[in-house]
């Protein structure tokens, strides 16, 4: 299976380059000195967890950054440049039709130091934060590390889709402690991409009772073909209460750039980020940014496709050898979310349990906060013969159980 100008199908050996997925599952998914023996060696593990993806990333980008390289001088750099803001902005225009204001924009060091960060700034201590379950782990992370509390609503799921409890987000709102909502659009780990009406409806119940909405849309650009994707903060232009998270570290593998966008329209909480925010960028992020943005939408037209094909493939293996599994397509991402409950017991540690049996690193719903519990999250982006190899470990490990 190959695409047209780039080669997805490519298998590219990480070891040597510090990668996360081969050098960090201890000490993440596992306790440091956790036995992992079992039907294969630690060196022949499939890493399917961690969220990059085992894609080369564009030669576009790696050109401006070979380029960029050509200057001799890589000091303590900042985004000055105002292309920068107009380019992503442009970015976010052509493909979902939002023109944010340029002076709204600041960075960060990724998605999740910004949720550290701004917890901080908007919750006193006392003061109570609401997320939806299951959920990226980080979210509940940022909270516990402000000493806040963590307030949950449990997505209602049937047949193995995803809805949000509207009743019980307005009832959890509306208790004055509860200043800030944390939510993931598309949806980790379900792969939702909430609908306008969803939004509308979310954005309103928040908002009437005054609570800041900080919006990580960090999959956005992740969408399978023909789907459409609405910014929370496009539906509410007149407020200033709504903060949009964006990167591109999930859109192009540019994770370890460590480098957000974050765009805060509250002038006062956006001077206070600022102030208390070292404004230090590597400059080969930059330049990195701004190449993808400007000269990425080709490649990442190819990775659509071939992401799209690698679903359907999945989708087919888990009909045909494990069919009380659900599974359905996700809307978004590349993060498949498998209900795997009917071939396990409750207290079954599925990552461990995939570790041992299949010699596949993923994520069981243990890690998602709560309402997870006999899922795994399995990461579709890598080259195909990769994916054939990881599927059938898990679907094999699961029969033989």
Not at 46 to 75: C, N, Q, T, Y
Not at 108 to 132: F, M, N, Q, S
Request: glycine share 6%; proline share 5%.
């Amino acid at each position: 299976m190959s695409t047209n100008n780039y080669q997805f199908d490519q298998i590219i050996n990480r070891k040597g380059t510090n990668a996360m997925s081969l050098t960090g599952y201890r000490g993440y998914l596992f306790d440091p000195d956790e036995n992992l023996s079992g039907k294969y060696d630690e060196a022949d593990f499939i890493p399917m967890w961690v969220a990059d993806m085992e894609f080369a990333i564009a030669p576009e980008i790696i050109a401006s950054m070979k380029k960029r390289l050509e200057h001799p001088l890589l000091g303590y750099s900042r985004v000055a440049d105002p292309k920068y803001a107009l380019v992503f902005q442009k970015w976010c225009v052509d493909r979902y039709g939002w023109k944010f204001d340029p002076k709204h924009l600041v960075n960060a060091k990724g998605v999740i130091p910004a949720l550290y960060d701004l917890t901080g700034h908007i919750c006193k201590r006392d003061e109570k934060v609401l997320i939806i379950t299951p959920s990226y782990a980080f979210f509940k992370h940022a909270v516990d590390f402000n000493g806040v509390e963590l307030v949950c609503s449990d997505l209602i799921e049937v047949n193995g889709e995803y809805r949000m409890d509207m009743d019980d987000i307005r009832k959890k709102a509306a208790d004055e402690k509860c200043v800030l909502g944390i939510f993931c659009n598309p949806h980790n780990p379900t792969g939702r991409v909430w609908s306008k009406e969803e939004l509308q409806e979310l954005g309103e119940v928040c908002l009437e009772h005054d609570l800041t909405i900080i919006s990580d849309e960090i999959h956005c650009d992740l969408l399978r073909k023909g789907m459409n994707f609405t910014p929370m903060a496009s539906l509410f232009p007149d407020s200033n209460q709504i903060i949009t998270c964006m990167a591109p570290s999930k859109t192009f593998n540019l994770a370890g750039n460590m480098f957000a966008n974050i765009i805060i329209p509250n002038d006062t909480l956006r001077k206070t980020y600022s102030e208390n925010y070292l404004p230090v960028e590597n400059p080969l992020s930059i330049v990195a940014a701004q190449a993808a943005y400007s000269e990425g939408h080709a490649w990442l037209a190819e990775l659509t496709e071939y992401l799209d094909a690698n679903f359907k493939y999945l989708k087919t293996e888990l009909d045909t050898h494990l069919p009380q599994a659900k599974f359905i397509i996700p809307e978004a991402t590349y993060l498949a979310w498998v209900n795997v409950s009917a071939y396990f017991t409750g207290d079954e540690n599925l990552t461990l349990f995939f570790a041992r049996n299949a010699g596949v690193l993923l994520e069981g719903g243990d890690m998602f906060v709560a309402n997870a519990e006999g899922h795994i999250r399995l990461n579709l982006a890598c080259p195909r013969i990769r994916l054939e190899e990881g599927v059938r470990r898990v679907i094999t490990a699961i029969l033989e159980h």
